[in-house]
């Protein structure tokens, strides 16, 4: 069964507030300048936003925060933000691949920005039942 897609926008001043949530200032994350330097395509998400952006998603299907029991991806290609208004948009699914006996149930999860998966081996684990 597919769950129903989830769409979040990005833009840089989300780069922003984030680097100053998490304390993540590296300038990868909102100098274009820095970020081609070191080879990137420009200003990249930070990893663990594009991750939380995902866990929201997951939490919303689970329909609480604490029904999610365990998360985890692996980090594909980097989300790139363009200098914009419009930012880009990551596109979370997921299939669900098991329903146990206990009241649990695992989720597949895709996540894409321009049709490209950002992330690999995405699961969960969901609480079904208090």
Same mark, same amino acid.
């Given at each position: 069964?597919?769950?129903?897609?989830?769409?979040?926008?990005? =833009?840089? #001043?989300?780069?922003?507030?984030?680097?100053? #949530?998490?304390?993540?200032?590296?300038?990868? @994350?909102?100098n274009?300048?820095? #970020?081609?330097?070191? !080879?990137?395509?420009?200003?990249?998400? @930070?990893?663990?936003?594009?991750?939380?952006?995902?866990?929201?998603? /997951?939490?919303?299907? #689970? !329909?609480?925060p604490?029904?999610?029991?365990?998360? !985890?991806?692996?980090?594909?290609?980097? /989300? /790139? /933000?363009?200098?914009? +208004?419009? !930012? =880009? +948009?990551? +596109?979370?699914?997921?299939?669900v691949?098991?329903?146990? +006996?206990?009241?649990? =149930?695992?989720?597949?999860?895709?996540?894409?920005?321009?049709?490209?998966?950002?992330?690999?081996?995405?699961?969960?684990?969901?609480?079904?039942?208090?």
């Open positions: 069964m597919e769950l129903p897609t989830q769409t979040f926008r990005i =833009t840089r #001043a989300d780069l922003v507030r984030y680097a100053g #949530a998490s304390g993540d200032f590296n300038p990868i @994350h909102w274009d300048r820095t #970020a081609t330097k070191v !080879g990137l395509p420009g200003v990249i998400a @930070h990893g663990m936003f594009t991750m939380a952006l995902v866990g929201r998603a /997951v939490t919303t299907w #689970a !329909g609480a604490d029904a999610v029991v365990d998360f !985890g991806v692996r980090f594909t290609r980097p /989300v /790139v /933000v363009p200098d914009d +208004e419009q !930012g =880009t +948009e990551i +596109e979370v699914n997921a299939v691949k098991e329903v146990t +006996e206990e009241g649990l =149930t695992r989720l597949d999860v895709t996540a894409t920005c321009l049709g490209e998966k950002v992330l690999s081996q995405a699961r969960a684990i969901v609480r079904t039942t208090r």
